[in-house]
């Protein structure tokens, strides 16, 4: 059975930081492009930032461009999101999401139940 | 980056009903649409991919069609378990963008 499980989220400073983290298992984690993908609450979704299964390609929104960084550790079946320089904005309910085929082009079959981050002072 | 637009913003519909939401991308995007339905407090559920392919396990009255720019996701019977809040999003080019959502409500 797939499971991704998010961990990581909570209370921070404007300017703080936060590493979240996605555990994955029931799947072979290293041959999919993992994304991480936001929701802010009682609004939409936004993707955030994927990762090739070899963590060679990262791909990330504008608006989260030199402050996120998504890493992956496939012996560990983890995929990372590192963000600095956190804005009000950023606060979310942030999703791991696996894709149906090895690339991102399917759409998301899999995705965990969330961490919440709030940024606020 | 592609840019996509849901309408309407909220349908209201009684069991039984046909109903159909649509989805239009800023630029063309081939068959990379899919659409995701989300109920309060759970995480999106993949119902189409490729525009129009039925995702295993999602009933055969959802349905999908489109190619291009314009798009729709069509509920053949409505169900009391399908009041919720539907996304269309593009997966042909990052950064993989959502519509904003169509909340299907019971009238």
């Known amino acids: 059975e797939v499971q991704l499980l998010e961990s990581g989220g909570g209370l921070v400073q404007p300017g703080g930081s936060l590493r979240l983290s996605c555990a994955a298992s029931?799947?072979?984690?290293?041959?999919?492009?993992m994304s991480w993908v936001r929701q802010t609450p009682g609004k939409g979704l936004e993707w955030v930032s994927a990762?090739?299964?070899?963590?060679?390609?990262?791909y990330y929104a504008d608006s989260v461009k030199g402050r996120f960084t998504i890493s992956r550790d496939n012996s560990k079946k983890t995929l990372y999101l590192q963000m600095n320089s956190l804005r009000v904005e950023d606060t979310a309910l942030y999703y791991c999401?696996?894709?149906?085929?090895?690339?991102?082009?399917?759409?998301?079959?899999?995705w965990g139940q969330g961490t919440l981050v709030t940024v606020s002072s | 980056d592609i840019q996509m637009t849901q309408s309407p913003s909220t349908l209201s519909a009684s069991v039984g009903d046909r109903v159909t939401s649509a989805c239009r991308a800023s630029q063309s995007i081939g068959t990379y649409l899919n659409w995701y339905q989300q109920k309060p407090g759970e995480a999106p559920k993949l119902l189409i991919y490729a525009a129009s392919s039925l995702q295993s396990g999602v009933p055969s009255r959802f349905s999908g069609s489109g190619s291009g720019t314009d798009f729709t996701l069509t509920i053949s019977s409505l169900q009391p378990e399908d009041f919720a809040t539907y996304y269309c999003?593009?997966?042909?080019?990052?950064?993989?963008?959502f519509g904003q959502g169509t909340k299907l409500e019971i009238k």
């Open positions: 999003q593009q997966s042909h080019s990052t950064p993989y963008n």
């Open positions: 990762m090739s299964g070899s963590g060679d390609a990262t």
């Open positions: 999401a696996k894709p149906l085929g090895y690339g991102s082009g399917q759409g998301f079959d899999y």
């Open positions: 029931g799947f072979t984690f290293s041959r999919y492009t």
